[in-house]
């Protein structure tokens, strides 16, 4: 289960805004019969959600400098277009990683994205940017 603190915040806010909504909408002791249970459950989610730890644990500098994505085949796009990925390291040394998506071929490149490439795998024009 990923996210559970940010989900508890949510549902928390969720069940306690519901509960002013009821009391508001439903007057008397039918609305507080509803609107009482799930404000006290949403405000003790709320404490239980403040009181966990941070769940993403930061990346470190090497698993950063080593990341790579998948190289992996994708298919066709919308009206049979070539997909591809491009990832650029924002940290220095710059970095540009190109995934063409028909043959999955992964290749890095020094530096930003280029203006032109073609996969040196299969030959595929992925882009021409001409200024």
Do not use: Q
Not at 3 to 9: E, S, V
Not at 12 to 36: D, R
Not at 79 to 106: A, E, K, N, Q, Y
């Amino acid at each position: 289960m990923k996210h559970i603190r940010t989900n508890l915040f949510i549902a928390a806010w969720v069940l306690i805004l519901f509960s002013i909504a009821i009391t508001a909408g439903l007057p008397g002791t039918s609305g507080i019969l509803i609107a009482a249970p799930s404000g006290l459950i949403g405000g003790g989610m709320l404490i239980w959600a403040i009181g966990m730890k941070n769940e993403p644990k930061p990346m470190t500098d090497n698993e950063v400098a080593n990341w790579a994505p998948d190289a992996e085949i994708m298919g066709p796009g919308a009206g049979g277009s070539i997909m591809f990925r491009v990832d650029t390291t924002l940290d220095s040394p710059i970095r540009t990683s190109i995934l063409c998506g028909p043959c999955g071929h992964l290749e890095w490149v020094d530096g930003a994205r280029p203006k032109m490439y073609s996969c040196a795998s299969c030959g595929m024009i992925l882009w021409d940017e001409e200024e």
